[in-house]
């Protein structure tokens, strides 16, 4: 009986620690920004908030660079083409906790991207929504969002 009373503290222990963990999360969660916006709680990565703010820009990689891999060079090719509209674009990957990088144009100025699924499917993403009009900061909520994980990977065809 008593084996049994103890676990059963214990249990009741956990019970008490895990639904004060959920609260002060919800709690956490809700005062959150991104949370307010209708976002994820998630942390965004670094950005810069307009083309002034990014600029000087980072001397980008030439994409004949990466001449023997199409959609590397591609992606490399866009960076090059829009490279203020990646700028206000945060990176995924966790290039700004490792790297240092301010923002998805930083990993342009290194092979980073060239190894990288997330640098290369969010910038065929903000490529294809800049092609349809939208501003770097509607990309921008469509990146948060992760609609990058739907991009069609584009060779330049």
Request: hydrophobic share 40%; glycine share 8%; net charge neutral.
């Amino acid at each position: 009986m008593r084996q049994s009373i103890g676990q059963v503290a214990v249990l009741a222990l956990a019970l008490s620690v895990s639904s004060a963990i959920r609260v002060t999360s919800a709690q956490q969660d809700a005062k959150s920004p991104d949370h307010a916006a209708g976002q994820s709680a998630q942390t965004v990565p670094p950005y810069h908030k307009s083309a002034e703010d990014a600029k000087p820009l980072p001397k980008l990689l030439p994409a004949s660079d990466f001449s023997d891999r199409p959609l590397v060079a591609r992606a490399y090719q866009i960076a090059n083409e829009i490279p203020l509209v990646l700028a206000q674009q945060p990176c995924y990957c966790g290039c700004d906790k490792a790297f240092g990088h301010t923002s998805l144009l930083d990993c342009f100025a290194q092979s980073h991207t060239a190894g990288c699924g997330i640098c290369m499917g969010e910038t065929f993403f903000a490529d294809q929504m800049t092609k349809q009009g939208k501003t770097p900061a509607e990309i921008r909520d469509g990146i948060i969002r992760g609609d990058w994980k739907k991009a069609k990977a584009d060779a330049g065809n």
